[in-house]
């Protein structure tokens, strides 16, 4: 049993790690907001926000839990909060542009077989 307890500490230390990763992340453990509303957005326009940022084009910037108070890093410049990688900091979803390779198929041509 004395020489389980480094294992254990080792793997609930891997676990604290995953877990403070999913909070930068803004995964499971962030807070549920509602969405904001939009601005001259008609009816339908409601969930059209960023999921991942909950509308506001930023998120936790990670180099914030590993901060001793200095000035932070490149990205938030000391802020805590960087650009959504979701939005790219807009706060509205992306449109995807999907492209679809279709192959050129042959036209069909009724056979007739002489007997």
Known sequence: MVGLGPIVLAASAGLG??????????GWCSAWR???????AGGGA???????C??????????????DGDVGCRTCA???RA???SCRGSGTRRRAAV???????RALVAVTKDR
């Open 34 to 40: 509602p969405p904001p509303p939009l601005a001259g």
């Open 99 to 105: 492209r679809v390779a279709v192959r050129a198929q």
């Open 54 to 67: 909950g509308g506001t084009g930023k998120v936790a910037c990670p180099c914030a839990r590993w901060s």
């Open 17 to 26: 790690a995953l877990v403070g990763q999913a909070a930068a992340d803004g």
């Open 46 to 52: 409601r969930g059209s926000y960023c999921a991942a």
């Open 83 to 85: 650009a959504c990688r």
């Open 78 to 80: 000391g802020s805590g």
